[in-house]
């Protein structure tokens, strides 16, 4: 999938209406409080793909 959110490796996807797995989620997190931090930096690794300086590469690199 497209998606940014890889389900329980950086986030959780919830389905929309989802209340009880909104709610399993946030108790998930207040029971496991260091995988705020764990999935916060796997997100970080992901997002650090898209970053500008490194898409500003990319176009350097074409027109070398």
Do not use: C, H, P, T
Not at 27 to 41: A, E, P, R, V
């Amino acid at each position: 999938s497209g998606s940014l959110v890889k389900n329980k490796k950086n986030g959780f996807i919830i389905q929309s209406g989802d209340s009880d797995a909104l709610i399993n989620s946030i108790k998930f997190f207040n029971n496991n409080k260091s995988q705020i931090y764990i999935m916060g930096q796997e997100s970080k690794k992901i997002i650090e793909k898209y970053s500008w300086e490194r898409y500003a590469k990319k176009v350097n690199d074409i027109y070398k």
